[in-house]
């Protein structure tokens, strides 16, 4: 379903994207590690979409990520924020784009202290970003320069590997190793003609 990616090595940046592209809603995904080098997750706006295979990882100012050190990155810029990832760890990604909001966990934890109750209430205290205004806005994920294959497995509610727990959003669509925060959904149409 086109939702394994590796990144052969070689000199240079490589960007893969999701094929939803939701506008507005708040929405769910998990990516899992697939090796333990150098990689990034996140979300990138549409004005960046062309600028992100540039030798600085977030070089757009609409790129928010989350690499696999920890840091976060935007605009070219890392920030201490969450903990390292590494082999087979799944990557939980919570986007608010009604309140430009974006959460990142770590095996069902959320990172930064956050709690399941603050992303559902939409507090920002200990979120990765606030206050984001992207417009349309892709999941996205980037190998690194020079990485022998450096990638992730993407589930956006089809999850292309084996998962111990099914868990759905609250329109009962998707199936996802960790809880869907209330109010958050699966990147499907049916979904995104409601809510995206």
């Keep these: 379903g086109n939702l394994a990616v590796a990144w052969p090595s070689a000199n240079t940046w490589r960007t893969i994207y999701s094929?939803?592209?939701p506008t507005a809603g708040k929405w769910y995904f998990e990516a899992k590690n697939t090796t333990s080098n150098d990689n990034f997750i996140g979300m990138v706006g549409e004005?960046?979409?062309?600028?992100?295979?540039?030798s600085s990882i977030s070089a757009p100012a609409s790129a928010y990520s989350l690499k696999n050190d920890g840091n976060k990155y935007n605009n070219g810029s890392a920030a201490s924020y969450g903990v390292s990832t590494t082999t087979n760890d799944i990557i939980g990604v919570a986007m608010d784009l009604d309140n430009g909001t974006i959460w990142f966990s770590k095996n069902g934890t959320w990172m930064n202290s956050a709690t399941?109750?603050?992303v559902v209430a939409g507090t920002t205290t200990n979120a990765a970003y606030s206050s984001i205004t992207v417009g349309a806005a892709y999941p996205y994920g980037i190998g690194a320069s020079g990485k022998e294959s450096a990638g992730f497995s993407f589930n956006f509610g089809s999850p292309p590997y084996a998962i111990s727990s099914g868990n759905a959003d609250d329109n009962g669509y998707g199936n996802f190793e960790y809880d869907v925060p209330t109010g958050f959904?699966?990147?499907c149409t049916k979904?995104?003609?409601e809510y995206g």
Excluded: F, K, P
């Design 19 to 21: 094929s939803i592209m």
């Design 47 to 54: 004005a960046g979409v062309d600028n992100t295979d540039d």
């Design 116 to 118: 399941q109750a603050e």
């Design 185 to 187: 959904y699966s990147l």
């Design 191 to 193: 979904n995104l003609a």
